[in-house]
């Protein structure tokens, strides 16, 4: 499934339209959907409450409105927006409200009959401002009502998107309806997967309306159990070399579990063979806990080249827990020019900021991991400006340097280049994980896994994807066993060969 932005949405509709579909037609479609799915889950004597706005998501309101009224519901609409500013369909559908008889008023302000209105309804349906909001702020009365909304007992239903919640990025425009449910018409938003939008989206469901995505040249596509790649069938006749030797350069004074962590999920995922290097200082105790198959070994700042040197690797990892103090920039260059895959993650990425231009050199696969401040570093970008853009900058840093670029967060991005023009990059949005993932050593873990997965396989975007997945989908089994409070880095691990069953059962093999 796509995702898009709303201008690719507004496109899809438009394109749906030239191709036989009326408008009023699409809006009577939309309205029906959602008008199954209140119907289903609500009460037969729930109160409901429809605020709608001018455009055609208010458009859509009035349909569900009108189905409501015509089950004998008990249902009226509160109208926000200015009649004068009604969109065609809202107009017909307007007319079609009163001949059918369903009680309506106009809002202008928060008053005791407003008020009461919203405290009286059971479902409140949110169809005020849909796909069109444009970034301006909301005028005080009607801000003043969606806080008044929020604060309400009524299960909010929110038709296509939450009011107020921008499309194009997840943040809002100041104040938005937090919906309970949000029943999305067609296609998911970027912004319902990113920053603020999941939280103000509750529960979503994506109805088919029937607007193809094939009117959309979005390369933004959802990660799930259905567009993960599959898993590399094992030969009976391979051996250990056939899975790939990793080495995972990792772990400083301080940050010794970094290593273990990221070492002991590349072994679970799959690697023939580990080898961690860590700094001289911290070699016995790493080796004192390490799991018994991984290799451990002892590098200082002057030998750590020729060191690797002598260990053959098919893949690399750098950068979990390795700290600020020692110089990696000799190191990132010699790694990125053997032509093997790498990984960089963590600090890696922090010394990787100071030699940025050394990534247009590459020889081999590159696969950076990080979180938004790490990425903001590396862009030299304020946070706001990630905010507001991250889906684009990340596209063109990932197109300018040729790299892989799996930018953490609730919904994970994998953004894949193809050819130059960041329009072009695959962005693939992951769907498992959860906040319970928010600790200490999860990222050294994703690392671990994606290096695993990249030993094994001859396309590193796939080693990114199933990662990503996985490491997501262990989050959700520990969360579904521990809760997302005490769930801890560790759990993901225990959990890996859990999610590597299921998807495997998941693809058929
Ligand atoms: N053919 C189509 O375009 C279809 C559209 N559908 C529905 O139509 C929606 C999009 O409709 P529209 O393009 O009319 O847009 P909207 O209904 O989202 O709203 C546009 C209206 O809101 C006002 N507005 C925008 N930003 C504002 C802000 N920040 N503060 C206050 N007012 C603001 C505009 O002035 C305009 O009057 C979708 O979300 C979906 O619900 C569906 O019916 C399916 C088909
Ligand atoms: N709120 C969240 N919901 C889902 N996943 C999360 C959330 N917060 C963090 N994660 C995941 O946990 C990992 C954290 O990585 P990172 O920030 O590098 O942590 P650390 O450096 O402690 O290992 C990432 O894979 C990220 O996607
Ligand atoms: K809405």
């Not at 990025?169 to 309970?180: M, P």
């Not at 018409?185 to 603020?196: A, F, S, T």
């Not at 040197?309 to 020019?337: C, F, H, N, S």
Request: charge should be negative; hydrophobic fraction near 40%.
């Amino acid at each position: 499934m796509k995702v898009v932005t709303p201008a690719e949405m507004s496109e899809m509709d438009r394109q749906t339209i030239a191709h036989g579909i009326a408008d009023y037609e699409l809006m009577e479609r939309a309205g029906h959907c959602c008008f199954d799915v209140i119907d289903r889950e609500t009460a037969s004597d729930a109160k409901i409450l429809v605020l709608c706005g001018a455009g055609n998501n208010g458009g859509d309101g009035q349909v569900v409105a009108r189905l409501c009224f015509n089950q004998r519901r008990p249902v009226q609409v509160l109208f926000v927006g200015n009649p004068d500013h009604f969109t065609p369909n809202s107009e017909r559908n307007f007319k079609r409200l009163q001949d059918t008889g369903v009680p309506y008023a106009f809002f202008t302000e928060l008053d005791d009959n407003t008020e009461r209105m919203i405290r009286d309804a059971d479902v409140i349906v949110d169809a005020v401002l849909g796909n069109g909001l444009k970034n301006r702020p909301l005028y005080p009365n009607v801000a003043a009502l969606f806080e008044y909304v929020n604060q309400s007992k009524a299960v909010i239903y929110a038709i296509d998107i939450p009011s107020g919640l921008r499309g194009s990025n997840g943040l809002t425009v100041g104040q938005a309806i937090r919906a309970d449910r949000t029943l999305i018409i067609q296609n998911p938003k970027v912004g319902m997967l990113l920053e603020d939008g999941p939280d103000f989206l509750g529960e979503p469901t994506v109805l088919d309306v029937g607007i193809s995505e094939q009117y959309t040249d979005s390369q933004k596509k959802v990660l799930d159990d259905e567009s993960i790649p599959k898993l590399a069938k094992r030969l009976k006749n391979s051996n250990k070399y056939d899975y790939g030797a990793v080495s995972i350069v990792a772990g400083s004074r301080g940050m010794i579990g970094a290593g273990l962590m990221s070492s002991a999920a590349c072994l679970r995922s799959g690697a023939g063979l580990v080898t961690t290097w860590v700094p001289e200082s911290i070699y016995e105790i790493v080796a004192a806990q390490m799991p018994w198959e991984i290799m451990v070994k002892p590098y200082t700042q002057d030998n750590v080249i020729s060191q690797l040197k002598q260990q053959k690797a098919t893949a690399y990892v750098i950068g979990p827990g390795i700290g600020r103090k020692m110089l990696y920039a000799d190191l990132i260059k010699w790694l990125i020019e053997t032509g093997k895959p790498v990984v960089i993650d963590a600090d890696g990425l922090y010394h990787l900021s100071k030699i940025k231009s050394v990534l247009s050199e590459h020889a081999g696969p590159i696969i950076l991991t990080p979180h938004a401040g790490e990425f903001c570093r590396l862009c030299e970008i304020t946070k706001d400006e990630y905010k507001e853009n991250s889906t684009q900058i990340a596209s063109e840093f990932a197109a300018k340097y040729q790299v892989i670029l799996v930018l953490k967060g609730y919904r994970t991005r994998i953004f894949v280049p193809r050819g130059d023009d960041p329009a072009q990059c695959e962005i693939w949005f992951n769907t498992t994980g959860n906040p319970g993932m928010a600790t200490a050593g999860s990222g050294d873990i994703l690392t671990g896994i994606i290096a695993g997965l990249l030993s094994q396989t001859s396309r590193p975007e796939d080693a990114a994807k199933l990662g990503v997945y996985l490491h997501g989908l262990s989050g959700d089994m520990a969360a579904e066993q521990f809760g997302e409070c005490a769930l801890n880095a560790m759990h993901l691990i225990d959990k890996l060969p859990e999610s590597f069953k299921t998807t495997k059962r998941n693809a058929n093999e």
